[in-house]
């Protein structure tokens, strides 16, 4: 059988992580990267994939069986997805919620017009979490989901941490309180706002000379940002932060805690769970597996747009539904 | 919209469990029982359903939009899934993994040649755990993936228990082992067989001047059941049987411990878990949740016999696709 063809749109940490997916699925070959820099300035992981520019992309269109798209949701994805879907079958990992209704009415009339596929907001959440929720609460009707992030990186509180008066360097983690996520599986279904779920860790390397006391003042009291959290400043100096803070983890929880029973008197609980060495990477392979069921899906004559909830599981396996049938009922 | 009008065939605990389960699915109806035994003498938790006997059940063929099947898989669902797919749209829980591609051909045949569409194997496992095994391992495509089972009574090592003699009351809990789901979920990815997972933890109330020492001897040294386990045997009055040990617990746990990255050097982790106040109550809710897909399957005119592989999560939820994008993605 003829290999997928993979298109990667935008080189950043994802797009990166998109080609080292790739790499670990045999029915699929990277055929290119498009990039909005100079083709010759981006140096791939992969000896021999060509760079394109991507003012060139409709050339390819015909070399290409699915295209993931790397962009950022603020302003790349909501342009870049309509407009490639008229060209290809394309993947996003579009992660803005409250707009996710507007951009599958553009990327679904552009993608229908041109007899192709698409799918967006895929990754972990949206994505797995999403389908967790969707099957948890479809399961258990009577009961309460519970979403907590992290101990992940959060890019818009560490770019916070940075702008603050005598940081030289700083990144910032959301973590689950342990104490909440025990509440949560004790069945007791808690009244918990996402910052009881959550507090917020910080690693900074202050400037020379810096008044630490003010530093570790104005990070927890700035608004919207950390003045109602429970926070943490930890100063550490630069070797330190290089070494032990490089790295892109995340995670979180989606719990369902449900009640069965004539007088709802059982607790059933459903818990899923990430824990996620390299973010970017993880989100990637995602996409990579919805790659393989778009293929699919677009050979048997699909077109417009479609998330999570419209792909059935078998799509996304190497495996035939006999072979699953058999081996992973 | 007219409610899903639901038919249960078979009333032991999953068949009380549907029972249930359809009261918490606003949706649904329940329109009647169907059973083996004389209908006068089944008692069911809701008043004003009807109860039929089951040699009479085609005359219903009209009345009913899913008939939820709840025999057992040893000798009922082979002969009733494929006999009863003739005359309505079915769902059935069978959990013989090794017979499934048998039945699901016996079932297909029998559904496709009548134009009715039914779905095998649901529940938790087979089910949900069968699902997040073909999810997790789609996107993790290097790894390992663990099953543990448990806390749950194991009803055939309940049975062996009972067979010993001087036990006057037993039963058997099947639990995982802490250190290997620890060992697991550090990433390491050990060689575990399903004994290092699990462990056997037996409650016996024994017959008047018994001798005990013999009893716990028995237990733990029984060839293919107990020998091989580490396994705790407790004696406990019976009094004390019957108050703790009358519900039907159950869970576990899918762990995909996975590598991403250009050297592997990426751990990656996903775990789903279940913890189940009452296994049979939960797989009706399993069941129920895939009547509501299957009926608007069936609607769109599909036919023949599906998993929970082929089927998307979106049908599952009483949401629309517009209302799952705008609050659950």
Redesign the interface.
């Known amino acids: 059988m003829s290999k997928i063809r993979i298109g990667i749109a935008g080189y950043g940490n994802l797009g990166k ?1 998109v080609e ?2 790739v790499r ?2 045999d029915d699929m070959e990277l055929v290119g990267v498009f990039t909005r820099r100079a083709p010759e300035t981006v140096k791939l ?1 992969t000896a021999g994939i060509p760079v394109y520019p991507i003012a060139e992309i409709e050339k390819y269109k015909d070399a290409v069986d699915v295209l993931i798209i790397c962009g950022g949701s603020a302003t790349d994805l909501p342009e870049q997805t309509p407009a490639l879907a008229k060209l290809f079958n394309v993947i996003d990992s579009f992660d803005t ?1 409250a707009r ?2 507007e951009h ?1 009415a553009n990327v679904d009339a552009a993608a229908k017009a041109n007899g192709h596929l698409a799918m967006i ?1 895929l990754g972990w959440d ?1 994505g ?1 979490f ?6 948890a ?6 009961g309460e989901t519970y979403t907590f992030w992290g101990k992940g990186v959060s890019q818009g509180h560490s770019d916070a941490i940075r702008r603050v008066k005598g940081v030289k360097r700083g990144i910032q983690y959301t973590c689950p309180v342990q104490s909440a996520i025990d509440a949560v ?1 004790s069945g007791s279904q808690p009244n918990l706002s996402t910052r009881d779920k959550h507090e917020r860790v910080c690693y900074v390397v202050a400037e020379e000379g810096a008044d630490k006391a003010q530093i570790e003042n104005d990070i927890k009291t700035m608004k919207n940002y950390f003045d109602e959290y429970n926070t943490t400043v930890n100063f550490i100096d630069e070797e330190t932060f290089d070494r032990e803070h490089n790295t892109l983890p995340h995670g979180g929880f989606v719990i369902r805690s ?1 009640k ?3 007088n709802l008197e ?13 973010n970017p ?2 989100t ?3 996409l ?2 919805y790659a ?1 069921a778009l293929s699919r899906m677009a050979a048997e004559g699909q077109t417009g747009c479609k ?8 799509y ?3 495996l035939s ?2 072979e ?3 081996h ?2």
């Not at 059982?266 to 390299?278: A, F, M």
């Open positions: 992580g080292l997916a670990q699925n992981l919620h996710i209704p599958f907001s949206p797995l999403s389908l967790n929720r969707v099957y609460e479809s399961i258990l009707r009577n599986r449900g069965t029973g004539a059982t607790n059933q609980t459903i818990e899923y769970s990430l824990k996620l060495g390299s990477e993880f990637a392979s995602v990579a597996a393989r998330t999570a909830f419209d792909v059935a599981p078998g996304l396996s190497p539904p006999e699953l049938r058999a992973c009922l």
